[in-house]
């Protein structure tokens, strides 16, 4: 089994998630790609998460009907921070007839090197970095020069349509009173007017 994963805090997921995963999916072949929502993500200690089950469930929503892309839940269930290279290890010894593709933006291979053991994860997985638009592609020559040839070629850039929307620039939308039509999932939409989690005074 071909299998994506793709992390991230999902405050909240939107279309560009939704397009990055399909055209991961489409270009490598895969079978599923699984989105995993982080519990306690060691680069978000600057803000307070929207709660964990409202993250996952508009995650639910917006891949309603998509079979071959689904939830998991193995880092909400973590109390302590979550990272990718325990992930990776655990997907990994669920099912030992899974190939891992590890899916993240190519803006952050810059910082890749100062994860979490990076060596180990690009043993676990093949790292796919997705250029978005026409953004000059990543050197790859610096990863190469602080973690060696072996990470360097378990590595495989590729483009995605360009999409000017983040997590960010939606909840500032939202706070701001703006619409944030045609950016998240018409369910998502829905969820977030309802629940109203990034209202001002939420």
């Given at each position: 089994?071909?299998?994506?994963?793709?992390?991230?805090?999902?405050?909240?997921?939107?279309?560009?998630?939704?397009?990055?995963?399909?055209?991961?999916?489409?270009?490598?072949?895969?079978?599923?790609?699984?989105?995993?929502?982080?519990?306690?993500?060691?680069?978000?200690?600057?803000?307070?998460?929207?709660?964990?089950?409202?993250?996952?469930?508009?995650?639910?929503?917006?891949?309603?009907?998509?079979?071959?892309?689904?939830?998991?839940?193995?880092?909400?269930?973590?109390?302590?921070?979550?990272?990718?290279?325990?992930?990776?290890?655990?997907?990994?010894?669920?099912?030992?007839?899974?190939?891992?593709?590890?899916?993240?933006?190519?803006?952050?291979?810059?910082?890749?090197?100062?994860w979490k053991e990076p060596a180990r994860i690009?043993?676990?997985?093949?790292?796919?970095?997705?250029?978005?638009?026409?953004?000059?592609p990543p050197a790859l020559e610096e990863i190469?020069?602080?973690?060696?040839?072996?990470?360097?070629?378990?590595?495989?850039?590729?483009?995605?349509?360009?999409?000017?929307?983040?997590?960010?620039?939606?909840?500032?939308?939202?706070?701001?009173?703006?619409?944030?039509?045609?950016?998240?999932?018409?369910?998502?939409e829905a969820y977030l007017n309802e629940h109203?989690?990034?209202?001002?005074?939420?």
């Open positions: 089994m071909r299998l994506g994963i793709l992390g991230g805090s999902f405050d909240p997921v939107h279309l560009g998630h939704l397009v990055m995963a399909e055209v991961c999916r489409e270009q490598l072949n895969l079978d599923e790609v699984w989105f995993v929502p982080a519990g306690h993500p060691p680069h978000k200690t600057d803000r307070e998460l929207a709660p964990a089950k409202a993250r996952a469930e508009m995650l639910e929503f917006a891949l309603a009907g998509i079979p071959e892309f689904q939830v998991s839940d193995v880092e909400l269930k973590k109390e302590s921070t979550s990272y990718t290279v325990e992930t990776l290890e655990k997907l990994a010894a669920e099912n030992l007839d899974r190939e891992l593709f590890l899916i993240i933006g190519a803006d952050s291979l810059q910082d890749f090197p100062n690009a043993e676990l997985a093949k790292i796919v970095a997705v250029n978005r638009g026409r953004q000059d190469e020069q602080k973690l060696g040839s072996e990470v360097a070629d378990r590595i495989r850039v590729i483009e995605m349509p360009g999409i000017d929307v983040s997590s960010t620039d939606i909840r500032h939308r939202i706070r701001s009173g703006h619409s944030i039509r045609f950016l998240v999932p018409k369910a998502v109203k989690i990034y209202s001002p005074g939420e």
